[in-house]
């Protein structure tokens, strides 16, 4: 059994970065082996149960890029403006190649989430907060 001190050195770093590009979308990024695993989310993420969103798995990212905010230049792929909509670090639960739970600790998303991949497409998940089944 993981004692708490273990659990802290796990701790890994999660950004969502709001992006107004051609369709306004969140950029949802989880530290994992030395790249941000990454999915754009068509709707704002949700910060209670009850709300699935799509996720949708574009292209790692690397670490520094956690950090950005600012304006990605016409012409240039994603142009337009990304600002950090929250930001913290995570612990893994479960992070396989189809079912991922991990506890956010960040602003705005707080506690348990799953990002569920669908059954038959390359790239599309569910993201949502994890019900409590016992409180
Ligand atoms: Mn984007």
Same mark, same amino acid.
């Given at each position: ?17 709001? $992006?107004?590009?051609? $369709?306004? $979308? ?11 695993? =990454? ?21 790692? $990212? ?26 913290? =670090? ?30 038959? =497409? ?14």
């Amino acid at each position: 059994m993981p004692d708490k001190k273990t659990r802290k050195e796990k701790k890994l770093i999660f950004v969502i970065q709001k $992006h107004k590009a051609t $369709h306004l $979308h969140y950029d949802l990024r989880l530290e994992k082996d030395g790249v941000l695993k =990454s999915w754009a989310v068509p709707k704002e993420p949700p910060m209670e149960e009850g709300i699935k969103r799509l996720a949708i798995q574009v292209e790692d $990212h690397d670490l520094e890029y956690a950090d950005f905010e600012g304006e990605i230049a016409k012409g240039l792929y994603g142009a337009g403006q990304v600002q950090i909509w929250d930001k913290g =670090s995570y612990v893994p639960v479960k992070f396989d190649e189809k079912e991922i739970i991990v506890e956010l600790e960040g602003r705005k998303l707080k506690g348990l989430y799953c990002l569920i991949k669908l059954k038959g =497409s390359g790239k599309n998940w569910l993201f949502f907060k994890k019900k409590l089944i016992n409180p």
